[in-house]
């Protein structure tokens, strides 16, 4: 397992930016496919990004397509970069880390999370 570190939540309004960064505590990131999912209130975590361990291989939720682009530094930063933000991307965003890039979009795929960072999009 792996410490992961979430920032750069905050307070947007709809159609704003934010780029969410991903660390690990005391260690590289290079060896893992890593993903972001997201948790609304009342609903269930669910799966938003994810991202190979070399960086060449992404993919997506249907919702976030085109908006949203989930990349990662040579080492140890894995960022989420949100554009065109709406109200339904209000949401804690977790980082995580998993073993197998075919599973990470599972969360039975992964094997560290971080504590999440919230982003709150008003209308």
């Known amino acids: 397992q792996v410490q992961l570190v979430e920032s750069g939540g905050g307070v947007v309004q709809a159609g704003d930016s934010l780029r969410l960064s991903c660390t690990a505590s005391?260690?590289?990131?290079?060896?893992?496919?890593m993903a972001w999912f997201r948790q609304a209130p009342g609903k269930e975590r669910q799966f938003v990004a994810a991202i190979n361990w070399s960086g060449s291989m992404t993919y997506y939720t249907d919702s976030v397509k085109g908006r949203f682009t989930i990349s990662r530094d040579a080492n140890k930063i894995v960022y989420l970069q949100m554009n065109s933000l709406k109200p339904e991307d209000t949401a804690v965003y977790y980082c995580?880390?998993?073993?197998?890039?075919?599973?990470?979009?599972?969360?039975?795929?992964?094997?560290?999370w971080g504590k999440g960072t919230l982003v709150t999009v008003s209308s």
């Open positions: 995580a880390a998993g073993n197998n890039y075919r599973t990470i979009s599972t969360k039975e795929g992964i094997h560290s």
């Open positions: 005391g260690r590289t990131l290079s060896t893992y496919p």
